[in-house]
Every structure is written in structure tokens, then in C-alpha cells.
């Protein structure tokens, strides 16, 4: 059951992507060739953006906490790791092809309807996911009704997964790309993952894989950590890095790509049965408390709780935390109870024990697990969909003027200040101004900008979501020793003391 996020307007897609690509942010992968589907660049200021999304949540799960451990594991692993966690066999999406457009679905975001007049079925529809999906499908049932001038009622429009369909009706099912049934496929198992080859032999024994997720690293240093972190149950360790998938259908910008970043947790607890459902809990509501601290509002966050019939044997519980992307509500972060499955299949393959001594309750087990996994690109997706706000403000005439902002929390914006001299040929006030610059970037990342006129610099900075402008005038120098600080999100101004801007800021972005 989804919870439904607020009603607050979301920026189109296509502004993201233009702002992304005109400022720096975020570049199509291989440009200059064609461009890659499914890899992206961060460019300039979104690999700025991104260090201070994974550094606040290092920085909040590993250096603030006493119960969590940080790791850096390698991407290529054992290969016998992907088959104990059940990747080798199991890491599969359904795919479904479209013989006459070579268009290729994910069968689970695939979905159809028996279009019936009185209960007598006339014809199929399909849609692809979408918040919307529902209205497209009743919309061309009524269509379809119309053009075969049908008369009586329809019936209800039941959208199903295409995974549900009975093989006969496979080709009764119209392909969404042509419209006209006859062109689907049966649906069949793709695996996700990349192969490489290991070594210099390349013969069935030197494949390998890249991870599909960092968690397996974890899993398989378990034993290292427990042996040599002196921990007690309940602990934690977490891991940033990239993951590979090879996605049927990357799509929706950095949503869904197949190089991607993700920051995981797996958090080690007793079996008893009363614990996992609070710790559950707990991290649900942490994770949630965690993305408001970076900005995103709470309102555009939502509870998916998967129903007990579609959970994995192993799992006890999962929640997803949403998000109201531009393309509709959506995944952002998974958290999973996954039991003790992980351990004890490493267990298993690899005969290594993976029980832990608890001393407090004398006693030894395989931990159980709660994993909450976030993607570090969506996190980033979904941050500039929450900052970027559009209104108007005076420009240098004091006439209003459209302007785009990005409203990022200090804590993550790529440059926390940026310092203009008012004119660049008045040599006085550019060193006065470059020698604040100077001060100030030993502890930030700090702008600098000379040229235009100061609203015009402002502007560019607004963009790129800098929240403080500073300049530097002539009052500066012949003064009052002081400069004019401009607020992004207000565009008020308040006149700081050169000798005070550096606590002002710290006062303010930490
Ligand atoms: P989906 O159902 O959207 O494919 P999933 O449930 O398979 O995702 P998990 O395996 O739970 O995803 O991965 C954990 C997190 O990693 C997701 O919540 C998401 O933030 C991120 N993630 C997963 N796949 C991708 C991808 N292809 N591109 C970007 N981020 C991803």
C-alpha cells in the first residue's frame, strides 16, 4: 500500500535534464559519440554534489554512531559469492520483446486488460507503468468500444502484470509500441548481471561478475570485521560504492541506470523475534529523518510496504521509502529484514562459520539482518527535483524577472558561498574580495565570480543552488570594512563585517 506523498508541484523532467546538462551537473555518457543508454558523467558540480551526499551519510551512520563500521570492498568477487546469494540463478527480471518494433519491456512494468462489454471479453489493452496507467487503459478501452461501435456496458478495466498473462493470450496483447496485438513474446528470465573474464585464460572457470550490489562485499567480510572490530551485537556496516546491472530498460535520467552508486547498510542483530520488527522500524525512520536533514521535504516521501506474498522465503519484512519523482511516485531507498539468509548461505558454500559469540546472552548464532539500501544517483534525483523552484524577483532595473533556482541544503550544495569583487577593474576591491576568497575556501568549497553585473552573478549562482552571495564594494575599502550578504531562497541582504564572515557562514552551513 502506497501512501500518498504530497500534492506539491514537481519540476518536468526535461528542466532537470536541461539545468543538469547547461550548468554541469550531469552529462550523458560517451557524448561525443552517440551518447551510452544507461551510464552518465557527473560533471563539474554534480561530482561536487554527489561527495557531499555520501559524505553526509557517511558522516551520520559511521563517524556519529558507535555501532556502525565503514568498509571499501573490491567490485569483482569470488564468483562463488553471486551463486551462494542466489544472484547466479536468481538475479533476474522478466523480459518481453516486441518482435515488429525490437522494442524490449520488463514484463513487471508491462501491464494489460480483458476489455469486456456485459462480462463478454472484446479485445486487449496495454500500458506501460505509470502513475496515470490506469486512466490510459480506460481510456482506450472506451476506444476501442467506440470503434467496434459495441453497445452495453463496459466492465471495470483490471490492469494485470504481463508476467500474469496465460500464454494464450500473448499474442492477443498489443505491443505498447505498435498499438496492434500479435507482435509480444512470452515473457523470459534476464539476468541482470554483467560478465566480465578474470585472468588470462578465458574459458568457463575465469567468469566473473560485477557486483549488482555492494551488500555481498559486506557479507563476505563479516568475519573480518567481527574478528577485528571488537563489536557486539547489535552492529553495523556500511559501504558506499558502484554498482552494474545490466537493466532491460534504463530509463527516467539517473533513476534507473546501469552503472550506478549505492550506500547500503546491513545491521546485524539477535534472532529473537521481538527484535527485528523495532529495529525494522527504526531504520525506516531513520532513513526518513535522514533525507529530510539533506533537504528533501517529508512530504515527498512515502511508506510502500510489500505485501507478505510478495516477499522472498527468507524475508520477514520490507519496507520502500518513496519519493514523488517528476515521472510519479517511485523507489528511492529499500529497506529489507532479510533474516539470517545472507550468512548462512555464505555459510554454507564457503565452510567458514558465520556465528557470532554474543557474551551478553552467552550464547551463538548466525546474526539476523536489516538492510536499508539507497541509490546514491536517485538520492541525487530526487534532491534536484525537491530544490528546484522556480519564482520572480527584481532584477539590477528593479523590474521582476523569471528566475530557476536550486533551494539545496547548505550541508550539500556544491559550493557553500560565492565571493564577488563589484567591479573586476578596481584593483582594490578584487584583492580585498580574493584575499575573503582565499580565507574562506581553506574550510569550503567557495564560488568566485567576476564578471557581469552583481545580479547577473547572483543569478548564476541562484542556479546552482550557492545559497550566500557575498560581495565585496566600495563601501568594503572605504568604510565600513564590511561586505553585503545575499540569501538565495530570500534574496535578502544583510552587511557582515569582513572579520565576521566566516562564523556567519559557519553558523549557518555547519
Ligand atoms: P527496482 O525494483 O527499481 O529495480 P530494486 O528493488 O531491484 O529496484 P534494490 O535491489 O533494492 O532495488 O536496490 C537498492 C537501491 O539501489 C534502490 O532502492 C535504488 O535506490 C538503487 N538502485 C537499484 N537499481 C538501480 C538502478 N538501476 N539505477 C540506479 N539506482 C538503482
Redesign the pocket.
Known amino acids: 500500500m502506497s501512501e500518498n506523498p504530497s500534492n506539491r508541484t514537481v519540476p518536468s523532467m526535461e528542466s532537470l535534464v536541461t539545468l543538469c546538462k547547461r550548468r554541469g551537473f550531469i552529462f550523458q555518457s560517451s557524448e561525443i559519440y552517440g551518447g551510452y543508454a544507461g551510464f552518465f558523467d557527473y560533471g563539474p558540480l554534480g561530482s561536487e554534489l554527489k561527495r557531499n551526499v555520501k559524505d553526509a551519510w557517511w558522516k551520520a551512520l559511521v563517524h556519529e554512531r558507535d555501532d556502525v563500521l565503514g568498509l571499501d570492498s573490491s567490485i569483482i568477487m569470488h564468483p562463488q559469492i553471486w551463486k551462494a546469494s542466489g544472484h547466479v540463478d536468481g538475479f533476474a527480471d522478466p523480459m518481453v520483446d516486441c518482435k515488429e518494433s525490437k522494442k524490449r519491456y520488463r514484463a513487471d512494468q508491462l501491464f494489460f486488460a480483458r476489455v469486456r462489454v456485459d462480462g463478454e471479453t472484446i479485445g486487449y489493452v496495454s500500458v506501460e507503468e505509470a502513475d496515470d496507467m490506469q486512466a490510459q487503459a480506460d481510456e482506450k478501452a472506451s476506444e476501442m468500444k467506440r470503434k467496434l461501435g459495441r453497445q452495453g456496458n463496459l466492465d471495470p478495466v483490471v490492469l494485470q502484470e504481463y508476467t500474469e498473462a496465460l500464454p494464450e493470450e500473448y499474442a492477443l496483447i498489443p505491443s505498447p509500441a505498435t498499438g496492434k496485438p500479435g507482435s509480444l513474446m512470452a515473457p523470459r528470465q534476464f539476468n541482470l548481471m554483467f560478465e566480465t573474464k578474470v585472468g588470462p585464460l578465458a574459458d568457463a572457470s575465469s567468469v566473473a561478475y560485477l557486483r549488482p550490489?555492494t551488500a555481498q562485499g559486506i557479507f563476505q567480510n563479516y568475519r573480518n570485521v567481527v574478528d577485528t572490530g571488537r563489536v557486539k551485537i547489535p552492529f553495523g556496516i556500511a559501504q558506499i560504492g558502484k554498482a552494474f546491472?545490466n537493466?532491460i530498460t534504463p530509463r527516467n535520467f539517473i533513476?534507473?541506470?546501469r552503472e550506478?552508486e549505492?550506500m547500503e547498510l546491513e545491521y546485524f542483530i539477535d534472532p529473537d523475534d521481538e527484535t527485528w520488527p523495532k529495529v525494522y522500524r527504526y531504520w525506516i525512520d531513520w532513513c526518513k529523518n535522514w533525507l529530510v536533514s539533506i533537504g528533501i521535504p517529508a512530504d515527498m516521501v512515502g511508506e510502500d510496504v510489500h505485501p507478505a506474498e510478495k516477499l522472498s522465503h527468507y524475508s520477514k519484512g520490507t519496507t520502500d521509502l518513496t519519493f514523488k519523482f517528476p515521472f510519479g511516485t517511485q523507489?528511492?531507498?529499500?529497506i529489507a529484514c532479510r533474516g539470517n539468509f545472507d550468512l548462512t548461505q555464505h555459510q554454507e558454500h564457503s565452510g567458514k562459520s558465520m556465528e557470532f559469540f554474543d557474551e551478553a546472552r552467552k550464547e551463538k548464532y548466525i546474526p539476523h539482518v536489516v538492510e536499508p539500501?539507497?541509490?546514491v544517483?536517485?538520492t541525487i534525483l530526487a534532491i534536484l527535483t525537491a530544490a528546484y523552484t522556480e519564482d520572480e524577483v527584481p532584477n539590477d532595473k528593479g523590474s521582476p524577472e523569471k528566475r530557476t533556482f536550486l533551494r539545496f541544503a547548505p550541508q550539500i550544495a556544491p559550493y557553500k558561498a560565492a565571493v564577488f569583487p563589484l567591479l573586476k577593474n578596481k584593483p582594490e576591491l578584487v584583492e580585498t574580495a580574493r584575499t575573503l576568497y582565499e580565507q574562506l575556501r581553506r574550510r569550503w568549497n567557495i564560488g568566485w565570480d567576476v564578471s557581469g553585473a552583481i545580479g547577473r552573478r547572483y543569478r548564476r549562482q541562484d542556479e546552482i543552488g550557492t545559497p550566500y552571495g557575498i560581495t565585496v564594494d566600495f563601501d568594503t575599502i572605504e568604510k565600513d570594512q564590511a561586505v553585503t550578504i545575499r540569501d538565495r531562497d530570500t534574496t535578502e541582504q544583510v552587511r557582515i563585517p569582513l572579520d565576521q564572515v566566516e562564523s556567519w557562514l559557519a553558523e549557518r552551513i555547519g
Do not use: P, T, Y
Request: charged share 40%.
Open positions: 550490489e546491472r537493466e533513476f534507473r541506470s550506478f549505492q523507489e528511492l531507498w529499500g539500501s539507497l541509490g544517483d536517485r
